[in-house]
């Protein structure tokens, strides 16, 4: 059966400092930490992603405290880390090469925020030629202003950008689906 890794996208302390109401999918972290638990169980591949700023005085600055993994959902030895500078976790990490080598070509992609760095990396993940999906439980956005000045909520930025990827660049699942049909039995 195929093997699908993990793929956990930048979910480091930074990422919770903002103030709850901000965001939506409250419980993005719970859901990430089950698939995490169950791939694990499985012995199936994980990936977490950290992204690393270019930008001095970025919470995610290397050697900032927001830049650590949060702890319920830090790698174990064994299991592989990617550092980024941009939004796209392939870009310049060697991503594509390490599941190449190791004959994935299926990816379940986690994390934060669903509009930035979990899209991008989809996108780049299905036109690369590899079957990705998106746990839409597993993600979450912030509130965001549009081009036009339109402030738009939490979810509503989320349901767009899944939206973006569903079909064309990836499959938008719920966590549960992908536990069920995604793990090597």
Not at 43 to 52: D, E
Not at 62 to 90: I, M, R, S, T
Not at 136 to 164: E, W
Request: proline fraction near 5%.
């Amino acid at each position: 059966m195929q093997k699908t890794a993990l793929i956990i996208v930048d979910m480091q302390v930074g990422m919770s400092w903002p103030e709850p109401a901000e965001r939506n999918n409250h419980q993005a972290e719970q859901v990430i930490a089950g698939l995490l638990g169950r791939w694990r169980e499985h012995g199936a591949p994980v990936v977490h992603i950290r992204h690393m700023s270019r930008t001095v005085g970025s919470p995610f600055w290397p050697g900032q405290p927001g830049v650590e993994f949060q702890a319920a959902l830090a790698p174990l030895a064994g299991e592989h880390v990617v550092e980024k500078n941009v939004p796209d976790a392939f870009i310049n990490t060697g991503l594509e090469r390490w599941l190449h080598a190791r004959g994935i070509s299926s990816v379940l992609v986690v994390g934060v925020s669903t509009n930035n760095s979990v899209e991008a990396t989809a996108r780049t993940g299905g036109n690369l030629g590899f079957k990705v999906f998106v746990a839409a439980d597993g993600c979450y956005a912030y509130a965001q202003t549009d081009y036009d000045g339109v402030r738009h909520s939490p979810q509503v930025v989320h349901a767009m950008a899944l939206s973006n990827l569903h079909g064309e660049y990836a499959t938008v699942i719920q966590s549960q689906d992908a536990i069920s049909t995604l793990l090597i039995k």
